[in-house]
Structure formats: C-alpha cells, structure tokens
C-alpha cells in the first residue's frame, strides 16, 4: 500500500528566502506524482504534475523534481512571498481496479512566508 | 464560471440527523471523487465516479451514499450522522479516472460539523 510522507509539517521562512519542501513514497512504481497548494478555508490547487518519465517541471518560480528510485520529490520556491504562505502537498495516482486511479496524499507542509 | 462548485460551504447539525452535500463540475469531466479530510488535516479518496457509476468505493460506513445523477454532479449524503464525521469533504472532477496525465480539479470544500 502506497505511503505519502511529507517532511517538514510546518515551515516558517522570511520573504525572499528560497526554500525547499520535501515528499517521499514507499511504492516507486508510480505513474505520475502532483503537487497541490491549498489554503486556508479552499480547496486545492493543483501546481505542478510531474510524469513518471521525467525528472522535473518548472512552472514559474516553482520547481519539482521526482527521483522514482529513490522514491522522493521536492519542490523548490525561489523568492519566496508572502502570497506563497499555504499548505503544500504532494500526491500520488494508484491503481485501484477498473481502469481507474486514486489519488494517496502526504499530509501537508505547512508554509509560512513572513514579510 | 466555477469550475467545481459545492453546497454548502458550512454545514453544522445534531448527531443522528441525515444530510447532503452536492457538487457540481461544468469542466465537461467524466470523473468525479469525494474526499474526507480530518482533523489532522490527512486527506482521503472516500469515492469515485466515472460516467455516473461507481468506480472507487473506499473503506467508508454504508451512512455515506453518493448519487451521481449526471456526471456534472455528485452528491454525498449521510445518514445518522456521528461525531466522528465532522471534517471538511472536498469534491474533485477529472477528465479521465485518474491516470498519467489527469489534473484533478477540487472543490473549496464543506466543513462538517456534528454536535
């Protein structure tokens, strides 16, 4: 069974700082790996969807990167705001039968930008 | 222009009463999820639909119901409610069941609350 983590819970940084939030999974045979953002009292967003066959995507000053082997990706923000302030996940798609797929969460980094 | 929509945003009542939470896509996807997200903030697939029928069903009490009436819509009803329910259902809608290349799409979620 597929197994999310995200480490640090929480992370507080001062505006401008670049910064890097960490997700690893237990099961590297993974399709596709996503990062979402969401903030207080919304739902999510999605930021980046890195395919299995590649390394990283950049959207922006967002970065991911996805080593499959070693089963861990990481998003980088570079210049961070203070609008960058929310929680940040990663998720990844598992088979669940019929054709279909079924997104395993981390619980979240929860990002602080001070100004 | 919404992309997906949930009524309603805030929904508090007693133990043992019956509700619905609806959710509506107009991004013409074919698949759409409900997830729970609790107190830890862990986020959780409970559902899926694909087509108006039933693809995922999680590990979840027979109190919860989802009725897809069209695939623009699924709605989540729960009867009986427990304390235990409380916690935020977030919708979601993809194009696809999910694979490689499938964006989900959230809802900004309805915060349950049993007393």
């Not at chain 1, 999510?44 to 990283?56: D, G, N, P, V, Y």
């Not at chain 1, 995507?57 to 991911?64: E, P, V, Y």
């Not at chain 2, 027979?62 to 695939?71: E, G, Q």
């Amino acid at each position: 069974k597929q197994e999310v983590t995200q480490i640090p819970a929480a992370l507080s940084v001062p505006e401008g700082e670049n910064l890097v939030l960490n997700c690893s999974f237990t099961d590297s045979a993974i399709y596709n790996l996503q990062w979402f953002r969401q903030d207080p009292g919304k739902g999510l967003t999605s930021l980046l969807l890195i395919q299995s066959s590649q390394r990283e995507q950049t959207s922006g000053r967002l970065n991911a990167s996805l080593d499959k082997s070693s089963g861990r990706s990481t998003l980088y923000i570079a210049a961070s705001q203070p609008g960058d302030s929310a929680t940040y996940l990663c998720a990844v798609p598992a088979y669940s039968g019929a054709g279909s797929y079924q997104l395993t969460f981390g619980k979240g980094t929860k990002l602080s930008v001070i100004p | 222009d919404t992309a997906v929509s949930q009524t309603p945003k805030y929904l508090v009542t007693q133990m043992g009463n019956d509700k619905s939470i609806k959710c509506e896509q107009n991004l013409g996807h074919d698949t759409m999820y409900w997830y729970k997200q609790d107190s830890k903030k862990f986020l959780k697939i409970m559902f899926s639909y694909n087509n108006k029928e039933l693809i995922i069903n999680e590990t979840v009490p027979n109190r919860f119901s989802p009725k897809s009436p069209d695939k623009a819509h699924l709605n989540l009803h729960i009867n009986s409610l427990e304390l235990g329910d409380s916690a935020v259902y977030f919708c979601a809608s993809s194009f696809g069941k999910g694979a490689n290349t499938d964006t989900q799409y959230f809802g900004p979620g309805t915060r349950l609350t049993v007393l």
